[in-house]
């Protein structure tokens, strides 16, 4: 059955707006028990702790609570980009016992800085970014030039150095390195949940350094990475602000919607990626105790951004912003604007203009979004946008 589900072309899903299924919206306000959920104390006392464990049971699995010691080592430094940039190559070691695991990322910090940098960390799901690489070649899916010129500070490392991008990479990678030679557990972390980790290590990192504003840090991430970066800042309420590009099924896009990239195609094609119970819902997706406006829920009252591309259809833009949308009622209940508020929304958007204008960011309180114009990437105009985005927020 999964080779017949893999052979199906992507231009044989559903991209007809009149054949989404019908769906029902579970309400982000309303405790499992059936309560509603009416202050702020609530909210963080009870209800996110709920939700948050829906989505690690129901979606991207449990992290481990074992305790392990973390060590950093500079490999490498250079001055680059014209002297404007010093890049440095780092080791993350995590120990547990006489075991370790690690992983290298990069970092770039404009010369001359103050102790003032905000800093953006890329979750990369194409290659590890190095400092030569980065010197020698404007790329725009990590465009450091740009970030530099504009005060940030930048840094980055691969998905696969951590843990293998294929469905029987369990035991080469940080998942493997935690389960110390265990098979992996049922309702334990799946691939997307361990990229996150490793922002959050990256983050800790950061929070060392004098020359970087900790408290503002936004986590980035394409694609795989886009869903990892909603979910990294689930978990990681550290992350003042996240990303997601063209993220889709599994990150902004909501599920029951199944456009584009379904449940059934997603966990057949990527087991890795999530847990065992997300591929239970496959066609049955409104049967889903929670959805996708759910993972901005729990990053709300947090800045969010979200960039969806009118090509992009198996990523759903619709769906991706539809999410964005239904995830106000968070917003408020937390004090914050969002662009749900300005939206006259029904389930699926038909009473509202949808889309903005192409490559026009439409930013309301806490939440940003544009749809860009060509297919599925992360463009130099994606990065502009976002970074308007953070740099208008207050510090
Ligand atoms: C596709 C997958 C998407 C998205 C994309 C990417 O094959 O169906 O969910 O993650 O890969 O990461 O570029």
């Not at 029902?24 to 309303?30: A, F, T, Y």
């Not at 490498?76 to 370790?100: N, R, V, W, Y």
């Not at 990369?124 to 030039?145: G, I, L």
């Not at 960039?307 to 198996?314: H, M, N, Q, T, V």
Request: hydrophobic share 40%; glycine share 8%.
């Amino acid at each position: 059955a999964i080779v017949a589900k893999l052979s199906q072309k992507r231009s044989e899903f559903n991209y007809d707006e009149s054949k989404v299924p019908k769906y029902s919206i579970p309400d982000p306000l309303v405790m499992q028990n059936g309560d509603p959920v009416t202050s702020a104390d609530q909210w963080f006392d009870q209800r996110r702790p709920e939700l948050l464990d829906s989505f690690r049971k129901l979606v991207y699995g449990q992290r481990p609570d074992t305790q392990y010691s973390l060590s950093f080592a500079t490999v490498s430094e250079a001055t680059i980009l014209d002297g404007t940039a010093i890049g440095k190559t780092i080791t993350a070691t995590l120990q547990i016992d006489d075991h370790t695991f690690s992983f290298p990322f990069v970092l770039f910090t404009p010369t001359n800085a103050g102790n003032d940098l905000p800093a953006v960390i890329l979750i990369n799901n194409r290659s590890f970014p190095s400092v030569d690489e980065v010197n020698s070649k404007y790329d725009s899916f990590f465009p450091v030039k740009d970030l530099i010129d504009r005060g940030y500070a930048a840094a980055a490392f691969f998905t696969s150095d951590v843990d293998p991008d294929r469905a029987d990479g369990f035991a080469d990678g940080i998942r493997g390195f935690f389960a110390q030679g265990k098979p992996l557990a049922d309702d334990a972390w799946r691939s997307l949940s361990a990229w996150g980790f490793a922002a959050s290590r990256v983050l800790d990192y950061l929070e060392r350094l004098p020359e970087i504003d900790s408290s503002r840090v936004a986590v980035v991430g394409h694609s795989r990475g886009g869903k990892t970066s909603l979910w990294a800042a689930a978990e990681d309420p550290r992350f003042a602000v996240a990303y997601s590009n063209h993220s889709g099924c599994g990150g902004a896009a909501l599920s029951r919607r199944a456009f584009g990239e379904t449940v059934d195609r997603i966990t057949s094609a990527f087991p890795h990626w999530f847990s065992p119970n997300f591929a239970k819902y496959a066609g049955r997706e409104n049967e889903l105790p929670i959805d996708q406006h759910e993972l901005f829920s729990l990053i709300a009252p947090r800045p969010v951004y979200v960039a969806s591309a009118d090509e992009d259809l198996w990523a759903d833009p619709r769906g991706e912003y539809l999410s964005l949308v239904l995830s106000a009622p968070v917003y408020q209940l937390l004090g914050k604007r969002s662009i749900g508020d300005e939206v006259i929304a029904d389930s699926d958007l038909t009473n509202s203009a949808y889309p903005p204008p192409l490559d026009h960011p439409v930013i309301v309180g806490q939440t940003g979004y544009h749809i860009g114009s060509g297919g599925h990437g992360l463009t130099h105009v994606d990065w502009k946008n976002f970074l308007d985005f953070f740099g208008r927020l207050p510090k």
